[in-house]
Structure formats: C-alpha cells, structure tokens
C-alpha cells in the first residue's frame, strides 16, 4: 500500500509540473506570435516621425522607408554643397 502512494505522490508531482510547463508555454507563445508593439509613449512618437507601429512587419517597413528618405534628403544636400562650391 505504501508503494501505491509513493506512486500516486509522482504522478501528482508530474501533473503539477506539466501544469507550470503548459502554463508558462501559453504565456510565452502569447507574447511569441503577438508580435513586436510599441508602448503608448513611444508608439506617439513614432506615429509623429510617419512611422506606423500596427504590427512587426510595419514598423520595420516604416523604418526603413524613413531611413531612406533621411539618406535621400542628406545626398541631395551633399549635391547642392558640391554645386556651391
């Protein structure tokens, strides 16, 4: 009889393990596939710079197409100060 609750012990040990597993796997997936957001603080900010901050894939082409507009407007002044001179 004893050994039958040594084996119950186990089994109820493996259930709560499972559980914390299953538990923390949910919440990691959760944060996994919702993706990259920004904070309010910051998601107005970047929204006041054109950038757009809906999901991952977004704020990556947001950032860089505003990137490429800084290179754009530095290049067209490096232009105008080789014309000056």
């Keep these: 009889m004893k050994q039958r609750k040594g084996s119950l012990f186990t089994i109820l040990e ?3 393990v499972m559980a914390l ?5 949910s919440k990691m ?5 919702k993706g990259a957001s920004a904070t ?10 054109g ?11 947001s950032t860089k ?3 490429d507009d800084i290179n754009t ?3 067209n002044q490096l232009k105008e100060a080789d014309t000056l001179r």
């Design 14 to 16: 493996l259930l709560l």
């Design 21 to 25: 597993v299953l538990f923390l796997a």
């Design 29 to 33: 997936f959760k944060l996994y596939f």
């Design 40 to 49: 309010s603080a910051s998601g107005v900010s970047l929204s006041a710079e």
């Design 51 to 61: 950038i757009d901050t809906s999901n991952a894939k977004t704020i990556v082409d």
């Design 65 to 67: 197409k505003k990137l």
């Design 73 to 75: 407007q530095r290049m």
